[in-house]
Structure formats: C-alpha cells, structure tokens
C-alpha cells in the first residue's frame, strides 16, 4: 500500500484503540452524562463519529468507483487540495474553533455504551476497509462534496486526511468530557 494511504489506516487504528479504551475507561453513568448544557457527552462524541462514517462510506465509495476507471495512480505522492488542508488544520485537537453540525450529523438518540461501541467499530472497520481498498487509485482526480455544505468540495484524498483528522478532534473533545 502506498506510504500515505498506511499513514491513514494507522490514524484510524489509533482512532478505534483511542475510541476502545475511552469506553472501557468511562464510568456507566457518566457515558452518556452531558458536561454541560449544549456540550455532547462521551457518548454523543462517539455517536456523532458513527453518523459521520455512515454518511461518508457511500460518497466515499462512490469515488472510489468513479477513481477505478480513472489510470491508476502509479507511485505519485497524494497532497491534500486547499479545502482538505484548511478543513484538517481546523479538525487538529486541541479545538481552537467549534463549528456547529447540521442536524444530519447531529447525534438524536445514543444507544447504550455496547450499541455505541459495535456501532463505531463496525463502521470505523468500514472506513479502513475504503482507504486499503483506495490502494493505486487516483484519490486525487475524483471530488466529494461535503454532506455538511454543498459549497465545499475536496479530492479522495483529502477526504481521507479529514476523515481521521475529524475523529481525533472528537475523541479529543470526549476525553475532556471524561476528565
């Protein structure tokens, strides 16, 4: 697999340990306790994730498709697009700049602490599974415009960059819930 693309399975990796041990660590009845009003609980932090990846995957492998009948990549290095650099450095804990969701994303009704935990791992297994599977595609050459905005478009790759950077911000968020 090409250097950035193991670069990203790794982060997502990071992302489900980081993701396990936030659960198994959380006390029952502070998991879906709000810190404060407005503030997402552990819970909802992790839930959030799970809508993001279940919004994500069929975009994702749309462009993955629309890549497969692109030439392959070949050896080139991927860079993010400006929308995916400025959308990651954004993303990147500690939060310097909350952004409100849309209501798509927003998380409704969290299950319990075992829905939450299958459900984040089944799908953040699902994104590992779209970027090993990206392997020799040209990420570059095919867009996504972003669920959260239709205004904002940005490369696979990009995509990707955001996808993991997103989720270390949230998991982020949720360990200060934690403390």
Do not use: K, N
Not at 19 to 37: H, S
Not at 98 to 111: D, N, S, W
């Amino acid at each position: 697999m090409v250097r950035q693309l193991d670069e990203i399975v790794t982060e997502l990796e990071q992302a489900r340990h980081q993701a396990g041990a936030l659960m198994a660590t959380t006390p029952e009845a502070a998991f879906a306790r709000r810190p404060a009003p407005g503030r997402w609980s552990v819970a909802e932090c992790l839930d959030h994730l799970t809508l993001t990846a279940l919004i994500f995957l069929p975009l994702l492998d749309a462009a993955l498709a629309e890549a497969r009948q692109l030439p392959p990549a070949g050896a080139r290095r991927f860079r993010r697009d400006f929308t995916g650099w400025l959308l990651c450095t954004m993303s990147e804990p500690p939060i310097r700049h909350r952004v409100a969701t849309t209501a798509l994303f927003t998380p409704a009704q969290v299950g319990s602490r075992g829905e939450v935990r299958a459900a984040y791992q089944r799908l953040q297994g699902e994104l590992i599974e779209r970027v090993r599977r990206s392997d020799g595609l040209a990420l570059d050459r095919v867009t996504i415009t972003s669920p959260f905005d239709a205004r904002i478009r940005y490369h696979a790759y990009s995509c990707f960059r955001v996808l993991a950077a997103h989720q270390r911000r949230h998991l982020w968020q949720a360990e200060q819930v934690q403390r």
